[in-house]
Each structure stands twice: as structure tokens, then as C-alpha cells.
């Protein structure tokens, strides 16, 4: 019996124990370690998830333990499981956990992926912070007109308790409440309520695929909104993948978008009305060059500014989407093309004004630069959030995330939110694109 660790981040680690290792008795998952997600060490994954080989549960420990870890447990191999890092963070890792002894694994689609009953359309991105959120709303009102009842499935984010957080439905404002979701949780399902269809999400995937599948309200197509820059949990029958010209190069940088291009039907180049043509170059021969039967799609992500004259001539602080800003490294997101746009005299820096949990956040991710990332993982990073905003000296807040801070913490500065939505330029376009689609599947 094989003892393993699963290296990963609250996502597709369990995921690939859930539907690799959970009844495989030729293995042992010793632990798991994980990264990105603030307080997700020290805790366990639960004996009524882990199944019937796991009476106990697995033992969650940080990352930074690994290579004790390998030798304490006698660990023979470990196994590579969260998204949106380098290509040498990930080799780095495997240099740790190769000197510490462990065979160094990624699992590949055909031994995660799960089958539906439904057809199934994954929305996926190279990046955190492409525009996949945008996409995946496009697609959903595209599939609306042809009349499809669409039911929508979010990659993990279980910060909470596990158990509970087995299979969540989301259909209504108040079921964010009930589930008690972060920020995070809340900027992913609310867009889709908004819309008027349902999500799932939660921690163990084959059973919210059979919910989602057999939902009260009906079900004829599944869409995969994936996370960060992963590919599907489940079997699509068409990916489109969205890609960043902002970010130019990084579709053959980072694990595991490559291979959510290379799988790809369909390639996305959003942002063309704010990136410079020669990135936008870059970015259609990376497609070209390694997915050239992709059919290529040019959108702009075009901005609605609430009120702009709370930007123009002020001094404004630019809020926007948490991970996006951190582990997705954006410079630049909706807020900051608003604060141009529109003529803010100065993007004010919230740096030397954070408080608790957000002074954590800068200095792991220092290159954030002037902007606020909108982290509320937690109770206490969230109240940290509004007194940062209540301590940095400026005139109006720029809220670029995809709901409204208001809502959840308390700003008595005045705000301005901008939303954004994915514009097709020219032919083909995600219309032609869905037509296909339900003519062929549906």
C-alpha cells in the first residue's frame, strides 16, 4: 500500500482524493498540505467525506511542513493538487519532495473527471482573473434564449466546515447567509442568482453533479464555472477557455491553464479594448501554436460605472476581486480601467494604512501595488477589510468586485461600484458558438 500526500488548497486535492484514492485500497493518504486558503491548516479532513478506509479522517497540515511531513509519515509519493502557480513553483516542490525521498505526481483528467447525464459546457481560464466569471454569464443567457434550464456548478471553495459544506445549493440571496459564505464564496454564486439560476458547489463533486443533475427546479445543461486556472472536475462536451492578453505569456506559464488551453474548443482573447495589440498578438500565437484547432474569440470587457462622478478629479482607493490580486498577480482589473477612464486625479494607496489579517496579505504578495485586494476568507479578515478602507485617507472607493462590498461590511466613505460583462467583437462569437452546441447536444 502506497502512502500518500496530497499537496493542494481546499479544491482539487479533494477532489482527486474524493474520486481517485477514497475506496482505492492499493493506496494510503497519509495527509494533506495546503496553501493559498488563510486557516486551512490544522484541520481535517472528516472521517464521513474520507469513507470507509479513513475511520479517523486525514490530518490537514500547511504546506511549509512537506518535507517533514514526507519523512515522519514515510510518505513514497506525493501529489500535486491546487491551480494557478508557475511552472516553477511547481517544480520547485517537486525538487522538495523529490530530495525528501517521494515521488512527485499530477493526476491527469481521465483519472478525475466525473461523467453526467447532462450535457456539460466548462467555462475555464489560464488565469485567475481572465474574465471566466463573465464568460460563464454570457453563456448561461445565451443558453436562456434557446430556453434551457441551466444549472451552474462553481469550483470549490469550502472554508468552512467541511461536512456541511458536503453539496450546497445556492437559488436565493438568503441561502449565502445560510451557508454562512465569504466574500469570496459570495462574489462567485451571487452573479448567478442575480440571473435567476441555481449553483452548486461544496466539497464532494459526484454528489453535487447527481443534485444538480435531478435539481427541484430542472435541469437540461450543467455548466462547469471553473476556479483559478483548473480544469474540469467534470466530462465536457465543449470548454471554452478564456485568455488574458494582460498577461501575455502566462498561457504557457502556468499550471494547470496550458492544459485548460490545450483542451480547449474554444479559446476566449477577453480584454481586447484595454490590452496593447502586441500582447493580443502574443496571446493568439501561443493559441495557435499549441491548440490550433481552437476556434478564437475576440471580447471586450466592457465597464458600467455607477456613479462617475465620484471618480472624476477625485482621489480614489480601488477595490477589487481578492485572489484575482494575489495568487492571479493582476496589475490592473475593472476598477482600475474605471479610475482612468473616468479621470480619478489619484489612486490612493491603502498599503502603509491596512490593518491585521491584510499587512499578512501584502507582505506574501508584495507586488499588489496600490490597489485593495477585497480578502474576507473569514469574520476577521473581513472586519480587517473595513477598517482598512475607514483608515486610508481618499475621497471615494472604487468597488470592482462582482458584489456589493456594502452588503457585507460596514464603508462610511462614499463608494462607486463597476461592473463588467463580456462583449463578443466580431465573427465567430459565443452565439455561434451555443448554437452549435445545444443543435448537437441538446
Known amino acids: ?20 484514492y477514497r475506496d482505492n485500497d492499493a493506496y494510503k493518504v497519509v495527509a494533506f498540505t495546503a496553501a493559498q486558503i488563510p486557516d486551512i491548516a490544522d484541520r481535517k479532513y472528516p472521517a464521513s467525506l474520507a469513507g470507509k478506509l479513513y475511520p479517523e479522517g486525514i490530518p490537514i497540515f500547511a504546506q511549509e511542513e512537506l518535507p517533514e ?59 485567475t482573473g481572465c474574465g471566466k466569471s463573465q464568460t460563464a454569464r454570457r453563456v448561461v443567457e445565451l443558453l436562456i434564449k434557446h430556453g434551457k434550464k441551466v444549472v451552474a456548478v462553481r469550483h470549490p471553495m469550502p472554508y468552512g466546515d467541511l461536512e456541511a459544506q458536503k453539496v450546497q445549493r445556492f437559488a436565493t440571496i438568503d441561502d449565502l447567509k445560510k451557508h454562512g459564505c465569504t466574500i469570496e464564496e459570495m462574489e462567485e454564486y451571487e452573479p448567478h442568482i442575480a440571473r435567476g439560476n441555481v449553483i452548486y458547489a461544496g466539497v464532494d463533486y459526484e454528489a453535487i453533479l447527481r443534485a444538480a443533475e435531478n435539481d427541484p427546479d430542472g435541469c437540461d445543461v450543467i455548466l462547469w464555472d471553473g ?29 494547470p491553464g496550458e492544459v485548460t488551453l490545450r483542451i480547449a474548443d474554444v479559446a476566449v482573447i477577453n480584454k481586447i479594448d484595454s490590452a496593447d495589440f502586441e500582447n493580443i498578438q502574443t496571446v493568439r500565437a501561443n493559441i495557435e501554436k499549441v ?110 468586485t462582482p458584489i456589493d462590498l456594502n452588503r457585507v461590511i460596514k464603508i462610511t466613505k462614499p463608494t462607486t461600484r463597476v461592473d463588467y460583462a463580456l462583449q463578443e467583437i466580431g465573427k465567430p462569437d459565443l452565439e455561434d458558438v451555443i448554437n452549435d452546441f445545444v443543435n448537437n447536444f441538446c
Not at 234 to 240: G, S
Not at 384 to 400: F, G, H, M, Y
Open 1 to 20: 500500500m502506497k502512502k500518500i500526500i496530497i499537496i493542494g488548497a481546499a479544491g482539487r486535492d479533494f477532489h482527486n482524493f474524493n474520486t481517485y
Open 291 to 400: 491548440n490550433p484547432d481552437a476556434t478564437v474569440i475576440e471580447a471586450a470587457s466592457t465597464i458600467t460605472v455607477e456613479d462617475p462622478f465620484l471618480i472624476r478629479g477625485k482621489r480614489v482607493l480601488v477595490i477589487e476581486d481578492g485572489p484575482t490580486l494575489t495568487h492571479g498577480e493582476m496589475k490592473i482589473g475593472a476598477g482600475v480601467v474605471a479610475a482612468r477612464r473616468f479621470g480619478a486625479s489619484e489612486l490612493v494607496d491603502p498599503r502603509k494604512f491596512a490593518v491585521g489579517r491584510l499587512v499578512e496579505t501584502y507582505n506574501t504578495y508584495p507586488d499588489i501595488g496600490n490597489l485593495l485586494p477585497a480578502m474576507g476568507y473569514g469574520e476577521e479578515q473581513m472586519a480587517d477589510l473595513a477598517a482598512t478602507i475607514e483608515k486610508t485617507p481618499c475621497d471615494a472607493a472604487i468597488i470592482a
Open 227 to 255: 476556479g483559478n486556472n483548473d480544469f474540469p472536475f467534470y466530462n465536457p462536451d465543449l470548454t471554452i477557455t478564456v485568455v488574458d492578453p494582460h498577461r501575455p505569456g502566462h498561457e504557457l506559464k502556468y499550471y
Open 69 to 127: 511531513l514526507i519523512k515522519k509519515l514515510d510518505a513514497d509519493e506525493c501529489v500535486f493538487a491546487y491551480s494557478d502557480v508557475s511552472y516553477e513553483t511547481v517544480m520547485g516542490i517537486s525538487a522538495i519532495v523529490n530530495a525528501a525521498g517521494a515521488d512527485f505526481t499530477l493526476l491527469g483528467y481521465k483519472q478525475t473527471m466525473v461523467k453526467s447525464t447532462k450535457p456539460v459546457i466548462a467555462v475555464c481560464a489560464v488565469r
